[in-house]
C-alpha cells in the first residue's frame, strides 16, 4: 500500500493539534499515513485542492464547515441533517463526508450524570451539530446567543430560543460555552448578569476551547462548580476521524491510545 496522505483544512489552520494527534497515532499503530496543514483561503475550491493535492482523506475547521459539506458526492447521516461536515474520505474517487465533532461532543459531556436540560450559549457552526444530537438523544436545549440572526435556524427547528434581551432565567443541569468569545479574548460568553443567574443552580459548566482556561470557566470555578474545556470533545472527534480515515481497522481504544498523548506534549 502506498503511503496515504490527510491534512487539516482551515483559516487560520497554524494553531492546529490535528496533525500531531494524526501523525502519532499513524505511528503508533503503524500505518502508513502522513497528515499536514493547509491554509485554505477560499473555501469553494476545497474540492480542487483536495483532488490535486492527492489527498485520502481531511479534516475541516474552521470557517469551512459549509463549503465541505457542498463538496462532498455521498454524505452520512448525520452530516446531511446538520449541514456541517469536518472530516472528507476519498473513496473510489468520490468524497464521503461525515460530522465528529457533536458526537465527540456528546462523549465528552457524558461524565456528568442527570442532566437533563442544556444552556448552550452561542448559535454558530458548532452549536449547529452539538445541539442536534442532544437533543436527538433526548435532552431539552435551549439556546442564549448575542444576535438574533443566527437563532432563526434553530428556532425553525424546534429549538426554545433567546437573546441577552429577552432572557428569562431556568435551572439548567448544564451550561456550555459554544461562542468563540475567550478564544482570543478575556470577554464572557454572555453579560456577567445573565451567568450570575444561571451558573450558581447549574450542575456542572463545560467550555468547547481548548488550551487555556476561559474567563467562562473561571467564573464557574468561583462558584465551585464542576468544570470542563474542549480537549476531550477534540480528542474524540479526532479519534472517529481517524476510524473514518483508516476503514475502521483499528478499535476506538487503539486509537485514543496514541492519540491522548498529543495533549501530554
Ligand atoms: P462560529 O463563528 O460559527 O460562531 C460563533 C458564535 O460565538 C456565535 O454564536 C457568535 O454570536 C458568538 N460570539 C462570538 N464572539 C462573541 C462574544 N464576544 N460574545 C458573545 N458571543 C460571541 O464559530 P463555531 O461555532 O465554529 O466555533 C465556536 C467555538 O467552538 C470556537 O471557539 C471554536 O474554537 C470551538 N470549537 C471547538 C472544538 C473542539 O473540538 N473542542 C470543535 C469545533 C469548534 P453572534 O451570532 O452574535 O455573532
Redesign the pocket.
Known sequence: MNRELFAIFGNPVSHSKSPLMHNISFQGLGFDGCYTKYLLQDGKKLKKTFLDLGLKGINI???H?EHAYNACDILDPFARKVGAV?TIVEKDGKLYGYNT?AP??LKAISEFKDINTVLF????????STSKILKDEGYEVILL???K??LEKFKENGFETYTFENFISKKYDLVIN????G?E?D????PLEILKQVIPTAKACVD???GKETPFLKLAKSYAKPTKD??D??LY?GITAFEHFTAHLYTFEEIEHYMKKAFAL
Open positions: 475547521t474552521v470557517p464547515k469536518n465533532d465527540g461532543f450559549l452561542g448559535a454558530g457552526g458548532t452549536a449547529q446567543n448575542r444576535s440572526g443566527r459554544v461562542t468563540s468569545a478564544l479574548d470577554s464572557l460568553p454572555a468547547v476551547i481548548y474542549g480537549s470533545m477534540l472527534q
